[in-house]
């Protein structure tokens, strides 16, 4: 049920109903994508407010990393880190879903999934009673080189987005 009103009653008018369909495989790709963000997100945000030294071992040697618009390299992620003002942020949002594709040259018959995980939270920084509101967007990427359902950061985008809560 979504909002209290069942899924099958709440399909959207102008898309038929077989078109709406779900196949075991689409609910278990959805289910595997919102477990995964959901121990990425807990992990993420629990090293973040207490041990930032071990953060770079959630990014990959070439991640993308954008912190309030300043591009930070992967090598230069640990000195990144270490350099932020203590602070205790917390989660109040997340959404996420799988981003399927097929890598190139393969056969085509399987396709690897990242995840793409948004999380809307504040921060408190210490010795500030103000709060700040941010935006945290992630690609989760598999790691090929690693068992299945391995990830690291591939993306990441912070943004602070308000100063007043």
């Known amino acids: 049920e979504y909002m209290g009103t069942s899924l099958e009653r ?26 995964g ?20 071992s959630f990014y990959g040697e070439n991640s993308m990393v954008v912190w309030n618009g300043m591009r930070v390299e992967a090598p230069q992620l640990e000195v990144f880190f270490s350099k932020l ?6 989660t109040r949002l997340v959404d ?6 097929v890598k190139p040259g393969s056969d085509g018959q399987s396709a690897l999934c990242n995840i793409l995980v948004n999380v809307i939270g504040t921060t408190e ?17 598999q ?7 391995s990830f690291y950061i591939a993306s990441d985008c912070f943004r602070e987005i308000s100063r007043d809560v």
């Open 125 to 141: 920084y210490f010795g500030s009673q103000q709060m700040t509101s941010f935006m945290q967007t992630f690609v989760l990427a």
């Open 85 to 90: 003002p203590p602070a205790k942020f917390k």
């Open 143 to 149: 790691d090929e080189s690693k068992p299945c359902s």
């Open 10 to 35: 709440r399909r959207h008018p102008r898309v038929p109903s077989s078109r709406m369909a779900t196949t075991p495989v689409v609910v278990a790709l959805v289910d595997f994508t919102v477990r």
């Open 37 to 56: 963000s959901e121990i990425f997100v807990k992990n993420y945000y629990d090293v973040l407010n207490g041990a930032k030294s071990e953060l770079p």
């Open 96 to 101: 996420c879903q799988p981003v399927t594709y």
